[in-house]
Nanobody
Framework: QVQLVESGGGLVQPGGSLRLSCAASGFTFSRNAMRWYRQAPGKEREVVATITSAGDSTNYADSVKGRFTISRDNAKNTVYLQMTSLKPEDTAVYYC????WGWGQGTQVTVSS
């Protein structure tokens, strides 16, 4: 059974930082590219960042380039999203996605003073 469990969300002030984690199980994590998506209220889900299976290549949405960093630890079956210089417009539910396998349940990130 495939499981993707996100953690690390919460309330943070503008300019602050958070690190999201996604623990994966039920498939061969090291063979799968991984993505983080987000969905803000009233908006479509959008891809935020992508990392290859080996972690040797990453890609980011323009809106987060230079502020967010995706990484992975294949020994721990975990993918991370380090978010810095957070803005109110980063407020959304953040989802982990395993290519070919599916979605996590999401974790709420709220950026507000």
């Amino acid at each position: 059974q495939v499981q993707l469990v996100e953690s690390g969300g919460g309330l943070v002030q503008p300019g602050g930082s958070l690190r999201l984690s996604c623990a994966a199980s039920g498939f061969t994590f090291s063979r799968n590219a991984m993505r983080w998506y987000r969905q803000a209220p009233g908006k479509e889900r959008e891809v935020v960042a992508t990392i290859t299976s080996a972690g040797d290549s990453t890609n980011y949405a323009d809106s987060v380039k230079g502020r967010f960093t995706i990484s992975r630890d294949n020994a721990k079956n975990t993918v991370y999203l380090q978010m810095t210089s957070l803005k109110p417009e980063d407020t959304a539910v953040y989802y982990c996605y395993a290519v070919d396998w599916g979605w996590g349940q999401g974790t709420q990130v709220t950026v507000s003073s």
